[in-house]
């Protein structure tokens, strides 16, 4: 093939300029083996140990059993992990819960996740503490969170997986319940509730949702 002088310059320009900017290409696939789970929550110390923060507990328990390590990147901190030759990314969004869509929508284009390999982590008030629901898709149910992806991905054809916070709390009081910390009792129970939403988790990632689903779905 016969280029053109000008188009031979404008290439031989384009290498140059990536090579004096450091410019690199994504080089990621898409790659059924691998997967985004993403836990909403919000940050800064004062959501620390907070019922709506549970998403980001589900990933910290899940990312000490895998051995990962976050850090802080665009939109998030992402921890790369491996299972049982997946590879799993977790990412805890910076961008608060009601803005979610914007991280996960970023990580899923960056890493060219497979919209069935995405699954996201969100506190549920129609849910008893210490109850879980795995999901192939659904509506947002309420959760702003779910309603910003929904909104940013333009489907909400994605897993999510529900964890049940309860409603123990009186009239106009649902702001503080769920923005309010875990009492001692509810403490108690969290450590074999984030051990079975991890099983759940790496279940998702190597028997696939439905068999999931069925293993793991309580009443």
């Known amino acids: 093939v016969n280029y053109c002088p000008d188009i031979v310059y404008g290439l031989i320009m384009f290498e140059f300029l990536k090579r004096l900017f450091g410019f690199k290409e994504n080089t990621e696939v898409e790659d059924p083996m691998k ?7 919000n940050i800064g110390p004062k ?3 907070t019922r709506h923060n549970i998403g980001f507990e589900a990933l910290d328990f899940l990312n000490d059993e895998l051995g990962g390590n976050f850090s802080i990147d665009t939109l998030g901190a992402l921890s790369p992990c491996k299972y049982k030759g997946r590879k799993v990314y977790l990412l805890k969004p910076s961008t608060y819960v009601n803005l979610s ?6 990580w899923m284009q960056k890493k060219k996740i497979l919209p069935e390999n995405l699954l996201v982590i969100i506190d549920d008030l129609n849910l008893p503490l210490d109850t879980i629901r795995l999901r192939k898709k659904g ?10 992806i929904d909104q940013l991905l333009g489907t909400n ?5 529900r964890i049940g916070i309860g409603n123990e709390f009186g009239k106009g009081r649902q702001v503080d319940f ?3 910390k875990w009492t001692q009792q509810e403490l108690k129970i969290l450590p074999d509730l984030l051990g079975t939403v991890a099983d759940t988790i790496k279940s998702f990632t190597t028997i696939g949702i439905e068999r999931a689903m069925n293993q793991f779905n309580t009443k």
């Open 35 to 41: 997967y985004l789970i993403v836990g909403l929550g």
């Open 47 to 49: 959501y620390v140990g």
């Open 101 to 106: 869509g914007k991280a996960v929508r970023y």
């Open 139 to 148: 509506s947002d149910g309420g959760h702003n969170g779910l309603k910003n």
């Open 157 to 161: 054809d994605y897993a999510r997986l």
């Open 178 to 180: 769920v923005l309010g």
